[in-house]
C-alpha cells in the first residue's frame, strides 16, 4: 500500500475537477491547493532522506505498478482538457471563471502533463517515450523532448544551457530566455540529428516538423470543435502548463555552475549541480523531480529509485514552495543566494561596489 503513495498526484486533476464542478471564486481551487495547500503540508509533514536498497531496491525497479501510476495521467489529462473545453462552450461562464479554469487546467498541465512527460521521455521503451511526447501536446512543448535530451543534460549548469537560471537573474527575466533560447535550441538540436544520420531538412525523421504539424492541428481541432472561447482557452491553458515547467526549471539549478577545465571542457554533471529537496508532499505530487540531483547523474533512472545525496544543495523548502517564493526576486535571492557554493558564485567586481561580474 505503501508504494500507492503517488496516487497523491491527482489530487491535482481531482482539485481542477473541483474548479470546473463549482465555478465561481473555485474556478482558482486549483492555485489555491498547488500553491497554498500543498506548501502548508511541505512544512508540517517531516523530510525524507532514505534511499532504497538492496532486494527491496530491485522490486521498487521492477515494479510494473509504478509505470502503470504514470499511465493513468494519460487519459486523465485529455479528459480534463477534453471535458472543460466541451463545458466551457456549453456553460456560460464569467470571464474571471474562464481564467480560473486556464489557470488549473494549465497547472495540471503542467504537473501531470509536463512533469509525467518528462520522466517516460527518459525511459528506454519507445512507446513510453511517445507517450511522453503525446502529454506535451496539449502545452504546446513537443519540443521540449529534444531539447531536453539532447540538450538540457549535456549542458545543464552550464551558460550554453538555456533551462539553467544564472546567478540574481529573476523567474520573469527566465521565463523569456529559457521559452525562447529553448525553442531555438530544439531546431539546432534537430539539425544536427539530421545532418548526422546524412538526412535532409525535409525528412520523414525530423521530429520538429511533426511536432509543428501536431500541435497545428491540435489547435485547428480545437478551434474546429469548440470555436474561439475554446482556442483562447486551449492555448492559454498550455501556456500557463510550460511556463510551470519554466518555474521548475528556474528552481532546479538557479544559480548553480559547473567548472571549465584546462582542456576547455566542462566538468562532468555531479550530484552539486542540481539542487535538491526531501519534502515529502513535493516528492510524491511531482513523481520525485525533487531529487533532481540524482535524475541528472542517471538520467535513465526511473522516479520511484532516485537517490538522495549528502552532497547535494538543499532547498530550504519543497519545490511547490520554492515556485511561489521565486515569484518573488528580492526574497529568492535573499533565500537562495547564500546557499550557492561559494565556488559557483561569480566574482564580485569591487570598483563597482559589489556588482556582479558576468563569467566569461
Not at 521565463?175 to 535550441?185: D, K, L
Not at 491540435?218 to 478551434?223: E, I, S, T
Amino acid at each position: 500500500m505503501k508504494d500507492l503513495k503517488y496516487l497523491a498526484a491527482l489530487t491535482l486533476p481531482v482539485s481542477a475537477l473541483i474548479s470546473i464542478y463549482f465555478k465561481g471564486g473555485l474556478s482558482y481551487f486549483t492555485a489555491f491547493y498547488a500553491f497554498v495547500m500543498i506548501p502548508v503540508l511541505e512544512l508540517l509533514l517531516p523530510h525524507d532522506t532514505s534511499n532504497y536498497e538492496g532486494e527491496e531496491r530491485e522490486e521498487k525497479k521492477k515494479s510494473k505498478l509504478f509505470d502503470w501510476m504514470l499511465y493513468l495521467n494519460i487519459p486523465i489529462v485529455f479528459g480534463l482538457v477534453i471535458y472543460t473545453l466541451w463545458d466551457i462552450t456549453h456553460t456560460t461562464y464569467a470571464t474571471y471563471e474562464i481564467v480560473g479554469l486556464i489557470f488549473s487546467i494549465g497547472i495540471v498541465l503542467g504537473t501531470n502533463g509536463i512533469n509525467v512527460a518528462h520522466e517516460l521521455g527518459h525511459r528506454q521503451n519507445s512507446f513510453e517515450r511517445h507517450l511522453g511526447k503525446l502529454l506535451l501536446l496539449p502545452s504546446h512543448y513537443m519540443h521540449f523532448y529534444i531539447e531536453h535530451n539532447f540538450g538540457h543534460h549535456a549542458n545543464a549548469a552550464t551558460k550554453e544551457d538555456p533551462a539553467t537560471a544564472q546567478y540574481n537573474q529573476s523567474v520573469y527575466s527566465f521565463w523569456f530566455t529559457s521559452v525562447i533560447r529553448q525553442y531555438i535550441s530544439a531546431w539546432k538540436l534537430q539539425a544536427k540529428l539530421l545532418k548526422g544520420a546524412d538526412l535532409p531538412f525535409l525528412s520523414i525523421k525530423n521530429d520538429m516538423l511533426w511536432y509543428t504539424i501536431f500541435q497545428s492541428f491540435y489547435l485547428a481541432l480545437v478551434y474546429f470543435f469548440f470555436a474561439e472561447i475554446g482556442l483562447i482557452f486551449a492555448i492559454g491553458a498550455g501556456i500557463t502548463g510550460f511556463l510551470m515547467l519554466e518555474t521548475v526549471n528556474y528552481i532546479e539549478h538557479y544559480g548553480l555552475s559547473r567548472q571549465k577545465m584546462a582542456s576547455g571542457r566542462y566538468e562532468r554533471v555531479r550530484e552539486v549541480h542540481s539542487w535538491n529537496s526531501n519534502h515529502v508532499m513535493g516528492r510524491i505530487v511531482l513523481y520525485e523531480l525533487t531529487r533532481h540531483s540524482d535524475h541528472h547523474y542517471k538520467s535513465s533512472k526511473k522516479y520511484q529509485i532516485l537517490d538522495y545525496h549528502d552532497i547535494s544543495p538543499q532547498m530550504p523548502y519543497g519545490y511547490p514552495t520554492s515556485m511561489v517564493l521565486s515569484l518573488l526576486p528580492p526574497l529568492w535571492f535573499r533565500l537562495m543566494n547564500p546557499r550557492i557554493p561559494t565556488n559557483m558564485k561569480p566574482p564580485i567586481d569591487s570598483n563597482t561596489n559589489g556588482g556582479i561580474l558576468s563569467r566569461a
